[in-house]
């Protein structure tokens, strides 16, 4: 019998994590998102697609493994990652750290970290 403590995860619980990872530390625009939220966003983008706050669910939990390709580029694009977040574990491990980063200057007190900066707009005077 194999020992569980040596497990490789399967496909599946990796794309759960990596989805989750998303949910749970990255802040679009400015906030965290829950499962319903983030589908009715994205159904509004995409009505076709009819996405839930369950699927999404079942997709964070692993109960949901074979997502289609389109969902998990409009979650990139949302999360501000690339879709190789989802496939590849050295750009996985690279948002990761970025995204603790994040966390930790949000935890302190860091507003807008991660955001675009603010630039005053330009002067409308001649030199």
Do not use: C
């Not at 994205?42 to 109960?63: S, V």
């Not at 390709?69 to 750290?97: N, P």
């Amino acid at each position: 019998m194999p020992d569980d403590d040596f497990a490789v995860p399967s496909e599946a619980s990796l794309l759960a994590q990596r989805v989750d990872q998303l949910f749970r530390m990255s802040r679009p625009q400015g906030r965290v998102w829950t499962d319903d939220e983030l589908a009715e966003h994205l159904g509004h983008e995409r009505p076709d697609a009819r996405i839930t706050g369950d699927y999404l669910r079942e997709l964070r939990t692993g109960r949901q493994a074979n997502p289609p390709a389109a969902l998990l580029a409009s979650l990139a694009a949302f999360f501000g990652v690339e879709i190789s977040y989802f496939f590849d574990q050295a750009h996985t491990d690279r948002v990761a750290y970025q995204l603790a980063v994040l966390e930790q200057l949000h935890n302190v007190g860091v507003r807008g970290a991660g955001s675009p900066p603010h630039r005053p707009p330009k002067s409308r005077r001649n030199p």
